[in-house]
């Protein structure tokens, strides 16, 4: 039993981090997942208004990626609503507006970071609320020991509307090689190897910023042991356990609202 475990693990992560080869069916694919991670995202709550955006870098032009346009609900998300940009900050294909915010920060990301597919940011609650203290994210539960040495912390343009380069480039900086970013007085950045890993990170880092921001206020927490926070990145801090963890919310998308895939 566990070999059959082990085997279907190990042709998961195949399909997980293996391009198709073929550009068309790559770029569907990740079209789509970018739509489910975004309805995916506007049915957790952490969309609010026209703030936030998720992109997926194109797998044949590396120059250019996918985003949501500007003003389009997250919950409502379709493939065909996606709007490909490129590091000129020019809509290249689809018709939609495109959010500067978006091209300032993700734009800016995706040319530092040659590795990274996807990126997630929205304003939430949690998140942004959290961003407000400008200290680290604490190891004091299980889950936050996925973030273990991997949040950055920037404070450039903090509470500005992001729409100059010169932040975004200073945010991305910033990041480093780290997988996530706390923009201060702004909120949560999660960047994966794909659409799954990045909203999936993205999740789990608001759940975990509510989690000490809940502990915090009632006492003072007990901070998880170094060798177990290390034991904790290396079990679910690396980036096929994000793309991983997202496949429940696919599966159910997937079940209940077919029509996102149009």
């Given at each position: 039993m566990a070999n059959t475990m082990e085997d279907k693990l190990a042709e998961m992560e195949k399909e997980a981090t293996t391009s198709t080869g073929d550009f068309a069916a790559e770029?569907?694919?990740?079209?789509?997942?970018?739509?489910?991670?975004?309805?995916?995202?506007?049915?957790?709550?952490?969309?609010?208004?026209?703030?936030?955006?998720?992109?997926?870098?194109?797998?044949?032009?590396?120059?250019r990626f996918w985003v949501n346009p500007f003003g389009t609900n997250f919950?409502?998300?379709?493939?065909?609503?996606?709007?490909?940009v490129n590091h000129e900050g020019e809509v290249v294909e689809g018709d939609?507006?495109?959010n500067q915010a978006a091209f300032a920060i993700h734009g800016q990301i995706h040319q530092a970071r040659p590795d990274v597919i996807a990126a997630?940011?929205?304003?939430?609650?949690?998140g942004k609320t959290f961003s407000t203290l400008g200290k680290p994210l604490k190891m004091i539960t299980q889950d936050s020991t996925m973030f273990y040495n991997d949040v950055a912390l920037c404070n450039d343009g903090s509470g500005?509307?992001?729409?100059?380069?010169?932040?975004?480039?200073?945010?991305?900086?910033?990041?480093?090689?780290?997988?996530a970013m706390i923009h201060q007085n702004h909120g949560l950045i999660t960047t994966g190897g794909s659409v799954d890993a990045a909203v999936w990170w993205f999740i789990a880092l608001e759940r975990a910023c509510q989690s000490q921001l809940v502990a915090e206020a009632a006492g003072t927490p007990i901070e998880i042991p170094q060798a177990f926070c290390e034991d904790g990145l290396k079990a679910q801090g690396q980036d096929f356990a994000g793309w991983f963890q997202f496949q429940p919310f696919w599966d159910e998308l997937v079940a209940r609202e077919p029509e996102f895939l149009n």
């Open positions: 770029r569907l694919h990740r079209k789509q997942r970018l739509a489910c991670g975004l309805r995916t995202m506007g049915r957790l709550h952490l969309a609010e208004g026209v703030a936030g955006h998720v992109t997926v870098r194109d797998p044949e032009h590396l120059d919950k409502l998300m379709t493939v065909s609503d996606l709007i490909c939609g507006p495109l997630a940011h929205s304003h939430s609650m949690y500005a509307v992001v729409l100059s380069e010169e932040i975004g480039k200073k945010m991305a900086d910033a990041l480093g090689d780290k997988k």
